[in-house]
């Protein structure tokens, strides 16, 4: 699937920003320079959904919304659509974070008024963007209703609302046409500058790698929309929720809190929503990598309202079938399975039948057992090797916390003699050079280890609420002299 090749893992949000959030702007277009100049092929970045409470990209109103506080702002203020004074609330003094709550209470004032000063302007492309993407107006809808319902969640509207009764439906869409239009025209803009910057990262050979979570949240149009597929009772409450079970990392497990599917109902729409979703993403992007990908095997749930994932059972879906079917309606299933934690037989055949690379995690190889598939030497070479993901410290973050006979081990196992570097930061490009050289047919660093930057640059910290998402890239450090030295790597280990 892969050319032997290397690639960055940042999500869009994480760019240099003047209005506080990475955006589809110029600053996107300035990261596929450095990408190109890198010598670097492939860009993985983080699900682009529109985020709930928390920010987390794996929590999202939609599996096919894009998030519009990624929308770039400043092509309307050079349109004359939108005064740059309207935009002096988003300015964010701290150039290394996202402010989530000044975007969530400032960005959509903004977004309204250049919806009004031009909602005439795109009216037959929206139309054409509607005929094209039959999932929008259920979205938008979910959305206009969830201003009105005072950000409640759907399960707590009107029942006839929340059960979609067709009077109370057509009722609410009479009601609240213009706001649906609304909601409509973010989609527009959202994706008219994506493919714009899409094809702009094709033209310089950087091809783009999405993620696809696999459960959808609960307060979703996902769920709203398609309750049938879910696991729900006839008050539309979840009967059981997703996670994995304890081992060495949780006592208690993880528990998500995501309603799991219900597999018989989706084999007997031939897993349409799922066909759908698949295709979508594979428009999207030149590649997708699927979260948690063992729950297409089999998927471990514990009953609503549990307090923890303890006393949970394993259940069988039928993701064989699934990828069956998508196969056959498309030669290129460029899928990358995230295959980490615990993994049975199944999987790993359900995997390989599939023809689809798995992950190798760099920080998960040192349990001192010498045939760890973590472990550089030990890579097959349909597969896509990480130092670390966005749920894992930095490099220097994990190398510092190690105690000093874990970090001699470490050195030991990837054959490194220590005395010849003089700080943390040639250990860390050492490590990704050993990395590189590897078999693995594509390696994805972060663009913090690449900056060598410590935990305070860490994405994500799982089973955690507040600090995560919001690290973003100071734009002084993506230098041509950082491009050089990545390239050089790209070209001596064969990458270029």
Same mark, same amino acid.
């Given at each position: 699937?892969?050319?032997?090749?290397?690639?960055?893992?940042?999500?869009?949000?994480?760019?240099?920003?003047?209005?506080?959030?990475?955006?589809?702007?110029?600053?996107?277009?300035?990261?596929?320079?450095?990408?190109?100049?890198?010598?670097?092929?492939?860009?993985? &970045?983080?699900?682009?959904?529109?985020?709930?409470?928390?920010?987390?990209?794996?929590?999202?109103?939609?599996?096919?919304?894009?998030?519009?506080?990624?929308?770039?702002?400043?092509?309307?203020?050079?349109?004359?659509?939108?005064?740059?004074?309207?935009?002096?609330? !988003?300015?964010?003094?701290?150039?290394?974070?996202?402010?989530?709550?000044?975007?969530?209470?400032?960005?959509?004032? &903004?977004?309204?008024?250049?919806?009004?000063?031009?909602?005439?302007?795109?009216?037959?492309?929206? !139309?054409?963007?509607?005929?094209?993407?039959?999932?929008?107006?259920? $979205?938008?809808?979910?959305?206009? !209703?969830?201003?009105?319902?005072?950000?409640?969640?759907?399960?707590?509207?009107?029942?006839?609302?929340?059960?979609?009764?067709?009077?109370?439906?057509?009722?609410?869409?009479?009601?609240?046409?213009?706001?649906?239009? $609304?909601?409509?025209?973010?989609?527009?803009?959202?994706?008219?500058?994506?493919?714009?910057?899409?094809? $702009?990262?094709?033209?310089?050979?950087?091809?783009?790698?999405?993620?696809?979570?696999?459960?959808?949240?609960?307060?979703?149009?996902?769920?709203?929309?398609?309750?049938?597929?879910?696991?729900?009772?006839?008050?539309?409450?979840?009967?059981?929720?997703?996670?994995?079970?304890?081992?060495?990392?949780?006592?208690?497990?993880?528990?998500?809190?995501?309603?799991?599917?219900?597999?018989?109902?989706?084999? +007997?729409?031939?897993?349409?929503?799922?066909?759908?979703?698949?295709?979508?993403?594979?428009?999207?992007?030149?590649?997708?990598?699927?979260?948690?990908?063992?729950?297409?095997?089999? @998927?471990?749930?514990?009953?609503?309202?549990?307090?923890?994932?303890?006393?949970?059972?394993?259940?069988?879906?039928?993701?064989?079938?699934?990828?069956? &079917?998508?196969?056959?309606?498309?030669?290129?299933?460029?899928?990358?399975?995230?295959?980490?934690?615990?993994?049975?037989?199944? &999987?790993?055949?359900?995997?390989?039948?599939?023809?689809?690379?798995?992950?190798?995690?760099?920080?998960?190889?040192?349990?001192?057992?010498?045939?760890?598939?973590?472990?550089?030497?030990?890579?097959?070479?349909?597969?896509?090797?990480?130092?670390?993901?966005?749920?894992?410290?930095?490099?220097?973050?994990?190398?510092?916390?190690?105690?000093?006979?874990?970090?001699?081990?470490?050195? +030991?196992?990837?054959?490194?003699?220590?005395?010849?570097?003089?700080?943390?930061?040639?250990?860390?490009?050492?490590?990704?050079?050993? !990395?590189? +050289?590897?078999?693995?047919?594509?390696?994805?660093?972060?663009?913090?280890? @690449?900056?060598?930057?410590?935990?305070?640059?860490?994405?994500?910290?799982?089973?955690?609420?507040?600090?995560?998402?919001?690290?973003?890239? +100071?734009?002084?450090?993506?230098?041509?002299?950082?491009?050089?030295?990545?390239?050089?790597?790209?070209?001596?280990?064969?990458?270029?």
């Amino acid at each position: 699937m892969f050319k032997r090749s290397l690639g960055t893992l940042l999500p869009i949000s994480s760019l240099p920003a003047k209005y506080g959030i990475g955006t589809l702007g110029s600053e996107a277009y300035n990261f596929i320079d450095f990408l190109a100049k890198s010598g670097q092929k492939y860009w993985q &970045v983080l699900p682009l959904g529109p985020v709930s409470y928390g920010d987390s990209p794996y929590s999202s109103f939609s599996s096919f919304a894009g998030n519009p506080c990624l929308i770039d702002l400043e092509i309307f203020v050079n349109e004359g659509f939108v005064e740059e004074d309207d935009l002096r609330d !988003l300015v964010h003094h701290d150039d290394e974070h996202v402010d989530y709550e000044k975007q969530f209470n400032k960005r959509y004032d &903004v977004l309204r008024i250049i919806y009004e000063n031009t909602k005439t302007s795109y009216r037959d492309e929206i !139309l054409e963007f509607k005929d094209n993407n039959k999932w929008v107006e259920d $979205y938008a809808l979910f959305m206009s !209703l969830k201003y009105k319902n005072r950000q409640l969640p759907w399960y707590e509207w009107d029942f006839g609302i929340a059960g979609r009764r067709h009077e109370k439906i057509e009722e609410a869409k009479a009601l609240l046409s213009e706001e649906i239009e $609304y909601w409509i025209f973010l989609q527009y803009i959202f994706y008219k500058q994506y493919f714009l910057l899409k094809k $702009y990262a094709a033209e310089k050979g950087i091809h783009i790698i999405g993620d696809i979570p696999i459960y959808a949240a609960l307060d979703s149009a996902d769920v709203w929309c398609n309750p049938h597929i879910f696991m729900l009772d006839e008050f539309f409450r979840p009967i059981l929720a997703a996670g994995v079970p304890p081992d060495s990392f949780s006592a208690e497990g993880q528990l998500w809190g995501n309603p799991v599917y219900n597999w018989e109902s989706l084999r +007997k729409t031939n897993y349409s929503w799922w066909i759908e979703r698949m295709e979508f993403s594979l428009k999207l992007f030149d590649a997708v990598r699927i979260d948690h990908f063992r729950g297409f095997d089999e @998927f471990y749930a514990v009953s609503w309202g549990s307090l923890n994932a303890v006393n949970g059972r394993w259940m069988k879906s039928y993701g064989r079938e699934l990828f069956s &079917v998508l196969s056959e309606r498309n030669k290129n299933l460029n899928v990358i399975a995230e295959d980490l934690g615990i993994i049975t037989e199944s &999987v790993i055949k359900l995997k390989e039948d599939a023809s689809f690379p798995g992950m190798k995690v760099l920080q998960f190889a040192f349990d001192k057992n010498p045939m760890n598939p973590y472990l550089p030497a030990n890579y097959e070479k349909n597969c896509v090797a990480y130092t670390g993901t966005h749920d894992n410290d930095t490099l220097k973050g994990w190398l510092e916390k190690l105690h000093e006979d874990s970090m001699d081990y470490v050195i +030991k196992s990837l054959g490194i003699k220590w005395d010849e570097f003089s700080d943390t930061s040639n250990l860390i490009y050492e490590i990704i050079k050993i !990395l590189c +050289k590897s078999r693995a047919d594509l390696c994805i660093i972060p663009l913090q280890d @690449f900056l060598c930057l410590g935990s305070e640059a860490r994405m994500n910290t799982p089973s955690t609420l507040g600090n995560n998402w919001t690290w973003r890239v +100071k734009k002084e450090l993506l230098t041509d002299e950082l491009a050089e030295k990545i390239k050089l790597i790209a070209v001596k280990t064969g990458r270029y």
